[in-house]
């Protein structure tokens, strides 16, 4: 069978990859009088004294929201909210799995900024962090921006943050291999998108400095006419040449190409044109800018994917559920840059000296060591900045 009749097949048989169960045992008539009524009221009015004893007295402190609206699902594009459900419980189902995080689905019925927003904010008392989740940009950007404002539990946008945290690990590996300092190598980002946005400004803060970002009509500059509020913030910390014209024109010369954009974009004559030993992320899913195989025949050093069936995937289930561990954890009110970087850099050094090879410079999703290390990482770099709830 296709693995797509397959998957259907299972989640008719499932009916669902998620359940709640009791933490609580209720077979006796003193234990619900402990779990429910009268018992209960006592850790209320305790909460109604101090709020934040609602991180102690419920599950509230492990347990994450996972929203979407539905405009940006996967390579399927706005297939509206009741259609993004499987991918929001499969999200939730690897939480728990990985980083025992308890996710719940929610998926909201609208396009609205200013609805979902207040959606969001009127229920977010019930969790400890909100995990966004497939909303297209550039909404998507101000929707994160206002509930970090709105909500005093970490909000973190997957799409944008967590591409960036395992895209900056194996670029980290990959510029080692390389033998370059970050600050030397010259990065284009194909696709101006949520994911493409937070790649260059956490690979800025990372020390790689020289990135041109292109878009569809190409390389984004300081000073190109008719620029959205997020492709003008990126040209005014990107592309300190003011490097102008397409894709082909840009990449020439480039140390790496980052591809968060659409298939077969990238061909092997702009491989060629590149610096020597070319790095090349072809994250488009599921056909990516260009295949593997095309790839190296036209001298690629270094090729990673957001495919599981290629080495070096570059795949967020090795970001978020240590991120929300580790922040969970620290009783943290946010997940700021410093935690980030943290987490990109337990990443790569899971992938030790003697391993690096251009055929691992990262580690595999599935690898169990991740989690642990990513969420130490991020629980010390929560502390270290000050961002605990104290």
Known sequence: MEISEKALALHRKLKGKIEIISRADLDTAEALSLAYTPGVAEPCLQIV??????????????????????????????????????????????????????AFPICIDTKDTDEFVKAVTLISKSFGGINLEDIAAPRCFEIEDRLKKACDIPVFHDDQHGTAIVCAAGLINAAKLRGKKPADMQIV????????????????????????????????YKGRENLDKAKHDLAEITNKKIKKGSLSDVIKDADVFIGVS???VLTQAMIKSMAKKPVIFAMANPVPEIMPEEAKKAGAYVIATGRSDFKNQINNLLAFPGVF????????????EAMKIAAALAIANLVRDDELCTEYIIPAATDKRVCPAVSKAVFEAAQKTGVCRK
């Open 49 to 102: 004294k101090d709020e934040k004893l609602s991180f102690d007295l419920t599950r509230r402190h492990n347990l994450c929201a996972v929203i979407t609206d539905g405009t940006a699902v996967l390579g399927l594009g706005d297939i509206g909210p009741a259609a993004a459900m499987p991918v929001m419980e499969g999200k939730c189902a690897l939480f728990k799995a990985y980083g025992d995080v308890d």
């Open 189 to 220: 980002i194909n696709g101006a998108g949520a994911a493409a946005n937070a790649i260059a400004r956490l690979l800025l803060v990372c020390g790689f400095i020289n990135i041109t970002v292109c878009d569809k009509k190409g390389a984004i």
């Open 262 to 264: 659409a298939p077969n």
């Open 325 to 336: 561990r580790g922040a969970f954890d620290a009783k943290a009110a946010q997940i700021n």
